[in-house]
């Protein structure tokens, strides 16, 4: 295996000429199949933007610990805000790592018939005490998401549909930005991060400060690193695009091992999934891609609902038991009770 275990795909060659572009959705196609995880490059974000990026997330998580829990998540019936060290949960586990969410930035649903996943609409948390951090993240965000629309234009014409396949489903796209700061661990054994887990939804891209690694990505049946590579999002599909294709193309196993003292990490995953009342309609393969599609891989214990809003809120509540318990108790009461009828 070579030093980099993932391809390395350039989004540029979609305006390079239509043999380059035809070139990249092939192999944009293949990525996801085999892999589902892949270097982009070619994207054309500004390098400043880059700085800023870095910049403004480490003076967040430099603020004094008050500045910080002025917004904790706590806060917000959203999932919104900050949350501190040992805050989120995958799989149950607690992982090591402190981080700020920001999703559309919208007002509450008041609705009381509305259904659940309307939980998740609402206004951010932004610290009075670094007004540029709002500034900065609304940009980046703003990159992304064109990004992101032409990475699904571009999937849908690989997979034999036409590129607007998606677009109704993504017309108010349920975004989630994370800004995340691994702190360093003495422990002997490698830490989680975050632990072993598939993304929940159809994509997500991420940005990796330079020179600082800790993600692996699962590869018949071995943890590989994956290391940052300048100027490159590494990107990987989540379980409703592999829904979508029913299997073709492959949400894989990822996690993140805590970087050792002194050192930590500063990483942005950017999640873009469809609106929440979205039913993400199945591309119908041609005969050969549909050959090769695996079926969508199933955990009795996580089930895949056909709308992404009940797969986000089903996400939140586990990974944040204490905002489900401030703000959600009557929801949790019902669907234990609705499991154990």
Known sequence: MSELSLP????????????????????????????????????????QLEADLLRVSRAFFALPEADKLAIENIRSPHFRGYTRVGGERTQGRVDWREQIDVGPELPAVEDPTAPDHTRLVGPNLWPPAQPELRIVLEEWQAHLIAISRRLLG????ALGAPETFFDVSFAEPATLLKVVRYPGTTAPE????????????????????????????????????????????????????????????????HRVVSPRFPEDRISVPFFFNPSLDARLPLIELQA?????????????????HAVFGENALKSRLRAHPDVAEIHHADLLARRRADDSA
Do not use: C
């Open 288 to 304: 050969d891609l549909a050959a090769a599609a695996r079926g969508v891989t199933q955990d009795p214990a996580n089930p895949i």
């Open 8 to 47: 390395i795909l350039d989004l540029s060659d979609l305006d390079a000429g239509a043999e380059n572009a035809a070139r990249f959705r092939a192999e944009l196609r293949r990525a996801a199949h085999e892999v589902g995880f892949f270097y982009l490059t070619g994207t054309g974000i500004p390098p």
């Open 154 to 157: 571009a999937w849908a014409r």
């Open 190 to 253: 490698p830490q989680q991060g975050v632990g072993a887990h598939k993304d929940a939804g159809v994509l997500t891209l991420l940005w990796v400060e330079p020179g600082r690694g800790g993600l692996q990505v699962e590869k018949a049946g071995t943890w590989v690193d994956a290391p940052p590579v300048e100027g490159a999002f590494v990107v990987n599909i989540g379980e409703m695009l592999e829904y979508a294709t029913q299997g073709y193309l492959v949400a894989t196993n």
